[in-house]
């Protein structure tokens, strides 16, 4: 029986604070065998059926339904997508529990700044955005409805994700301090997303170089509250915290939205974000569909190869268990770099290199669906994004946030895990059983929920081993590079490969894989 259809029924006798009750779940999403077909030291068989295309785009997530999206604009139609999954969309998947719709992956999308136009665009062909008396503005109906998010911090919830009620003056002051440092960094460079559209500046290379805990070390920002806090923000946002991901990266995450602001500075409007209840999947399922019969799902790309007048891609069918040869004029290269450097026949330096210095952080998606609500705690109310403090994980976001109904009732509560920094973490999420992983978020979640697990019907865990690169140092410092790799391809002759992936901004956001995607077409 393949992983993907396990299927778990238990009786979990829950915590000692509610009647066992039946749970049912297990993994679901992602077709962990399917990528280990490559591990694998095999000889693949000659293909039984040859296909022709003008455009080969091996791989369906953001960047790859980007690429699709802007060959149709340019008017080319003769092209295919080969994806590995039974959908497309990468990390930014959905799904549903129980009938209510829910995300596999990426929930949100920060409203963009005009430092992303095809992304701007996309939203205005969706309807998202559009100009009113000279004046941009998004459909209310998608952007996150307040309130938008609590912190369970000494047994209440308090509004925001920054550590405040009760602090002492010394935390408050290092909250201002890092408040201007961040301030003082954004008037010194630019702090854009996506990135990729320029090199770094000499202050930003610098900080590329080092950890974010080193640079909060040398500026002497040891407040275990301020630390806490921005170790989450990077966990949260590219899924290592502070002692491995680099301190551009850690300045980025504010300097390229809304800044930091200390508790009772003038903060006035955070940065709107655009959310539905399956996530970013309602972006990308939107993406997909006006490919028809071109997007083929269930494909584990084996080769990419340059040939004499084009390319050949050799791809394993996994419903025909065939591989099915594509032979193209030029292909699009949409996967991770590290499947890129194995599937690229002969790859060029810049590939391997790429490879081998990219490390991967692991995630875990867990959609818990519970029968009604849950009781709460002193302090706000239940927002769209409810973290713990100290927490292993990242919280979760209430799939029924965005909802009109007059009643709250039953939901679906969508919990994330970064394993970046845990030792052995892609091995442990490969191994370890559903329902220890059941057990470990029910008891993490009733710290601040002790009616969670009998009020819990199922969970369904989604994990990626390789979710995201992370922007280790050793990345950072390559930021730009794929502007780089544009400019040499046009020297080749003929220019037949173009890579787009996120793995080439350095970090794995929804802008950057847009907008290398549209590059590449």
């Known amino acids: 029986m393949h992983r993907r259809h396990f299927l778990a029924t238990t009786t979990l006798p829950l915590l000692g604070c509610a009647p066992a009750r039946e749970i049912v779940g297990g993994f679901t999403g992602i077709a962990v065998e399917r990528g280990h077909l490559l591990r694998e030291a095999r000889t693949w068989p000659a293909p039984s059926v040859t296909r022709r295309t003008d455009v080969l785009i091996a791989g369906g997530g953001v960047a790859g339904l980007a690429a699709a999206r802007a060959l149709r604009l340019k008017g080319v139609e003769d092209f295919a997508l080969l994806e590995l999954e039974d959908s497309a969309g990468g990390n ?17 999308l920060p409203v963009p700044s005009d430092d992303a136009p095809d992304v701007q665009n996309l939203l205005e062909e969706l309807g998202l955005r559009q100009r009113v008396a000279g004046r941009w503005e998004y459909d209310e109906r998608h952007l996150c409805h307040s309130p938008q998010e609590r912190l369970f911090f000494n047994g209440t919830w308090q509004d925001g994700l920054l550590p405040v009620q009760g602090v002492g003056a010394g935390t408050l002051a290092q909250y201002q301090k890092f408040a201007m440092l961040v301030e003082q960094l954004r008037q010194q460079a630019h702090w854009t997303i996506p990135m990729s559209n320029r090199p770094l500046a000499q202050v930003q290379l610098a900080l590329a170089a080092i950890t974010f805990a080193a640079y909060l070390n040398q500026q002497g920002l040891d407040d275990p509250h301020l630390r806490w806090y921005l170790d989450y923000c990077c966990r949260d946002d590219v899924g290592a915290g502070t002692a491995t991901v680099s301190a551009w990266a850690g300045i980025h995450y504010f300097a390229s939205r809304h800044g930091f602001h200390a508790p009772g500075a003038d903060n006035g409007e955070r940065d709107n974000v655009l959310t539905w209840p399956e996530g970013n999947a309602w972006l990308t399922r939107r993406l997909a569909a006006p490919l028809g019969d071109r997007l083929h799902t269930g494909q584990v790309v084996v080769r990419i190869a340059e040939t004499r007048h084009g390319v050949e891609v050799d791809a394993f069918n996994t419903a025909t268990q065939t591989v099915e040869r594509w032979q193209a004029s030029r292909a699009i290269v949409a996967l991770p770099v590290f499947i890129a450097a194995r599937v690229v026949q002969n790859p060029p330096d810049f590939l391997t290199q790429a490879a ?16 009604k609500p849950l009781h709460d705690r002193p302090g706000p109310a239940p927002s769209w994004d409810n973290v713990l403090y100290n927490a292993p994980g ?29 030792p052995q973490g892609r091995r442990l999420l490969l191994e370890k059983p559903w329902s220890a992983w059941r057990d470990d978020i029910l008891a993490e979640l009733a710290v601040a929920h002790p009616d969670l697990a009998a009020k819990t019907t199922r969970m369904d865990i989604t994990r990626y081993g390789h979710a995201m690169a992370i922007p280790t140092p050793a990345v950072s410092s390559q930021i730009g590079l794929q502007r780089r790799l544009h400019l040499r391809g046009q020297l080749q002759k003929p220019q037949r490969l173009a890579f787009a992936h996120s793995d ?18």
């Not at 930014?92 to 990426?106: D, E, F, K, Y």
């Not at 990242?394 to 970064?418: E, F």
């Not at 901004?505 to 077409?521: D, I, K, N, Q």
């Open 92 to 108: 930014s998947r959905g799904g549903a529990v129980n009938g209510i719709a829910c995300p596999l992956g990426a929930h949100y």
């Open 356 to 371: 081998a210095r990219t490390t991967y952080a692991p995630w875990l998606v867990a959609n818990i669906h519970i029968d």
């Open 504 to 521: 080439w901004a350095g970090y794995s956001v929804f802008e950057e894989a847009f907008t290398l995607g549209h590059r590449a077409a």
């Open 394 to 422: 990242l919280g979760y976001v209430d799939a029924m946030h965005q909802s009109l109904l007059p009643v709250p009732g039953a939901t679906v509560l969508s919990y994330y895990r970064a394993l970046g920094d845990v």
